[in-house]
């Protein structure tokens, strides 16, 4: 249900501004540690889990700015998926339980693009034509926050959603394709607090029933701007 909500408001977004805006799509690869949920299951069941270790996500913007200064936000909505699949062999589940573990993730927040190297620079739109440094203008901080409801599930059974707060911090490079289209490569640190999985482990007969972690990504990704009001001169 969750997945198909975001994409109805993903293509409903994309339709009022492909015509008009400035926007980007962003894909990421995300190394995650969520601590709390890994050191219950390694505790109650005595055994070497790795919850969710890597997952990817999608992700949404529209481009504004501040006149004068090249401070750039960017609201967004974005999709995360993390899953993993592991054995029980104790905790009183018969050897051989299999054990699947879901987290499904929609995101809406604003994140800012801060150029440091060309902070008053002339730079009138996030794509740009071969002019100055490459890589003063093109490199910036980043620096977002964001809410997210997640939803959680044991062997595909998804319980009651939550939801709860993110802080994210980066870094990355634009580099002008042509001034419609943009490449960025993207490194960035996601932090998501208390995150609550209820009646974690009861379908396992572990004893623990809400469990709740802080949720860590360091993320990778890679992101498309169009600047889809670009009108060519002749």
Known sequence: MIVRKFFFIFFCFMFLNTATGQFGVRGY?????????ETFMNRETQQDFNLMESSYSLLLDY???????????????????????HTLQSAGAPAGTDLDLDLRQISAGVLSHIYIFDFFGDCECPTFSKQGGFFSKGFFLLAGVGGHYSQKAVNKNYGDGSLNLSAIIGTGLDIGINDLITITPIMQYSYY?????????????????????SLGQFQFGLRLGLRADYEPSF
């Open 193 to 213: 607090p208390g995150i609550t999985w209820n009646d974690f482990g009861g379908p396992f007969d572990l004893p623990g029933n809400n469990v709740s972690t």
């Open 29 to 37: 690869y995300n190394i995650n540690s969520a601590n709390e949920w």
């Open 63 to 85: 481009w504004l700015r501040l006149p004068q200064v090249r401070i750039e936000f960017y609201p967004y909505l974005s999709l995360h998926q993390a899953s993993s699949s």
